[in-house]
């Protein structure tokens, strides 16, 4: 499975940004696409995560409200539209294919997507 992120940029705070992954290739099964992100100095920290059979959401507690994940099965293609962003999501955006139900724990993501760049000044 190949991964592609996109979308990445630099806004002000209370800006707006859309990431989007695309997957290509064959894996084995996918039970969901991810979104994680890292700040310098920083791990890598869970953001969201969508199943991709029902469609189910997760989010980490930092984005709730203003951060909505989706996916386009048709498409293969997952997206992150980010409202509202503030200085601390500044970070590189991952997108990680999982095989495992452990959404939100790095390790568990098998394949992952080269990052983008998201800057957030005040």
């Known amino acids: 499975v190949q991964l592609q992120a996109s979308g990445g940029g630099s806004v002000q705070a209370g800006g707006s940004l859309r990431l989007s992954c695309t997957a290509s290739?064959?894996?084995?099964?996918?039970?969901?696409l991810g979104w994680f992100r890292q700040a310098p100095g920083k791990g890598r920290e869970f953001v969201a995560a969508v199943t991709w059979g029902g469609g189910n959401t997760y989010y980490a507690d930092s984005v709730k409200g203003r951060f909505t994940i989706s996916r386009d099965s048709a498409k293969n293609t997952m997206y992150l539209q980010m409202n509202n962003l503030k200085p601390e999501d500044t970070a590189v955006y991952y997108c990680g294919h999982l095989s495992s139900s452990w959404v939100r724990e790095p390790h568990e993501y098998d394949y992952w997507g080269q990052g983008t760049q998201v800057t957030v000044s005040s």
């Open positions: 290739g064959r894996a084995f099964s996918t039970y969901a």
